[in-house]
């Protein structure tokens, strides 16, 4: 026997805290919902994207531009990724497969898409914001081993369903402010029909029902096929996708078709008509010449309305605050657009080249930088598995005007990326190293500023003399447990006044970053590197590890190097500091002129003394 409306009896809510209508919770009964305390029904609305026809479409775009939308209006919104895999985190996962690992600041190792979101509307996430069903089990199977379902068979409904709304309810209750979010967006993983997610879209459709009427709005985002041989676009699969959905008892109140080119209005009215989805809900998300276009593309469609509509929203609205809110983001968009005055050429060397997911936010760092400093950057994308010679190197890099070393594990590329420092430290071509590549910085100056040619990473030759980065402590204790075990998170870090790393923070001498790393610069190695000339300007605040490197700029005019990963604070309206400065130094060097330009002033810092000859 199916529950009654809960919208009509509160005090179907327990003691324990289980929405129940036969039974206390102890006695579980056929029907619950575990509610956390205090929770307000029908308070914090919810708007589901859900997938159909095939993953990849971006759901994480759509959902977080519409966020973006709905956040410019004043309302809070608290964005929540449900995987369906079995991992408890991503950072096992390998990013050639699942593109980058995003961290967040409370060390969560989580999906790029949580980037997508923080970048856009943003806002700091933590782990409240990402489900993997890893999490969900692993929550009920060590509650059942204490005794939390005594009596009872644990069973996918309603207890994993209802672990799954806990988890939502407790994110609307304190939104990523500690307050009740007005609207939770819930990015459901993969597409409709998959065994994996089954159980999220039965959860979300017991809690539209749980909540009531206007609480929930759900979006199918859907593919329409435009097969060459055919030259006209086909509604059919889209048309199944969205039955499947609608066969696991959601019906969606908006459909967004992502397309190729505009969909056209006959496809339109035919999903229409098969999905019970009204033409003004019907939005084409065709490619654009850029994501940022697509909250203009809504608001312009009128899906902030209808979503508004759907929800009761619209007396939460801050009408002043959108119309600032806009003018400013048309006026980032607009400058997105508009031709560069300056143009460089920035190589990345690292060992996923040919993936630019596996970098997605470096890749948008520069996008941020590229936009405030007006210059086209082009990037050209290093193997570094295939440079195993200097000269290989010294020509790679011969028309390059910048260079980043980024993040990685394992040995592979590992010697062309020392190889590619060692030629722009030569060059005075200006560098960032991130994590790994600040480490092969440490390497490089070890094997050819110290002279130790067998300077390595215990990460990669255990058996070196000379461990210039060697494992962190903590993780020495960690044989063998891979998962969320790393350095992971926000960490202080203390600049060294005056430092190049100081001034490109606005001169501030404590800042907060993300890290994620095992290994770190051998503590007992400091003193030597630091007499040969290598500067640490920033450090932990309690304990000797090396966080910030550079070289004096009298010797080169931007050499500088993070433990930590910069990219992943790096928005769009808020570019990140170590990025800004390298995009800057490199316009410098083409047009000296560039340094006396108030943004000049601001990200180029001029050599005290002048560079060697
Ligand atoms: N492999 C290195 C470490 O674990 C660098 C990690 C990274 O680049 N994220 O310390």
New binding site residues.
Partial sequence: MPPNDPSDSAETIDSCGFLSQFGKSTDVGEWHSPIPDGYQRGRTKFVVVIGTVMSGLGKGIFSSSLAKLLKDKGLSVAPIKMEGYLNIDSGTLNPYRHGEVFVLADGCETDMDLGTYERLLNQDLTRKNFITAGQIYTDILERERRGGYLGRDVQMIPHVTGAVKLRLRELAMTGNNGKPADIVFVEVGGTAGDYENGFYIEALRELAFEEGTDSTCFVALTYILEPSILGEQKSKAAQLGIKRLMEAGVQPHIVACRAKNPVVEKVMEKIGMFSNVPMRRIFSMHDRESVYAIPEAMRAAGLDREILSLLGLHDRVNAPMEDRERVSWLDFSRKLFQPRKHTIELAIAGKYAALRDAYASIDKAIEHCSIQLNCGVQVRWLDTTDLDSDAACDKALAAVDALIV?????ARGVEGKIRCIKSVRASRKPFLG??????MAVIEFGRNALGYADAN?S?FDPLTKHPL?G??PE?KKLEGILGGT??LGAQDVILEPGSLASFLYGNKTEVRER??????VEPGAVGELTTKGLVFSGRHPKFKIMQVLELPQSTHPYFIGA?Y?PELTSRPLVPQPLFMGLVAAAIAQKEPEFAQTELGRRWVRSAPKPVLA
């Fill in positions: 980024p993040g990685g594990f394992g991130i994590c790994l590549g600040f480490q990473s990460e980065i494992e962190l993780q790393m350095r890290f994620r790393h095992r290994y770190e433990q990963h």
